[in-house]
Antibody
């Protein structure tokens, strides 16, 4: 069974750094693009970016370029999303999601994690 | 990259059919047959319902179907059931291994 298991909820202060994780299992993690999707409270889904664990090729939405860093460690089948300086506006649910047999090439997402709620408040 | 345009809400009675539109541009929906649709129930992660415009993953009911004309993609749900009540998002490939989501549509089953 394919699973993407994300790290737990975080409460941080503005200006702090953060790295959240997403561990894949049940499939060839390094062979499929894996990305991150933001959902702000009561709002829709926003595609943030995607990485290919096999060669670390990473693409970002223009809206998130320079604001976050997406990476993956294929040796432990884990993807990461990190911020160097959080803002209150980063408060949201963050989902990791992976391509798979249906969505090759990173064009959509077959599998989704359960979400990590990030709250940024002073 | 601008978000794809979806109606904020649609509704239908059990057994009826509804269609959700998703309008993009010639740079995304119009250029590729790579529109996907996701269903999201409250408090849950999204679920892939349609990929490559009209294909259904294994396990997704054949009551769900997708199509495209020009810069507009559509999701049709036939034989509406109570459990179909959810938010639905379209998503299109936009080139260079980037994608863009629609704003989402809330489906209410009356």
């Amino acid at each position: 069974e394919v699973q993407l298991v994300q790290s737990g909820a975080e409460v941080k202060k503005p200006g702090e750094s953060l790295k959240i994780s997403c561990k894949g299992s049940g499939y060839r993690f390094s062979s499929y693009w894996i990305g991150w999707v933001r959902q702000m409270p009561g709002k829709g889904l926003e595609w943030m970016g995607i990485t290919y664990p096999s060669d670390s090729d990473t693409r970002y939405s223009p809206s998130f370029q320079g604001q976050v860093t997406i990476s993956a460690d294929k040796s432990i089948s884990t993807a990461y999303l990190q911020w160097s300086s959080l803002k209150a506006s980063d408060t949201a649910m963050y989902y990791c999601a992976s391509s798979g047999p249906y969505c090759s090439g990173g064009v959509c997402f077959d599998y989704w994690g359960q979400g990590t709620l990030v709250t940024v408040s002073s | 990259q601008s978000a794809l345009t979806q109606p904020a809400s649609v509704s239908g009675s059990p057994g009826q059919s509804i269609t959700i539109s998703c309008t993009g541009t010639s740079s995304d929906v119009g250029s590729y047959n790579l529109v996907s649709w996701y269903q999201q129930h409250p408090g849950k992660a999204p679920k892939l319902m349609i990929y490559e415009g009209s294909k259904r993953p294994s396990g997704v009911s054949n009551r769900f179907s997708g199509s495209k004309s020009g810069n507009t993609a559509s999701l049709t749900i036939s034989g509406l059931q109570a459990e179909d009540e959810a938010d639905y998002y379209c998503c299109s490939y936009a080139g260079s291994i980037t994608v863009v989501f629609g704003g989402g549509t809330k489906l209410t089953v009356l």
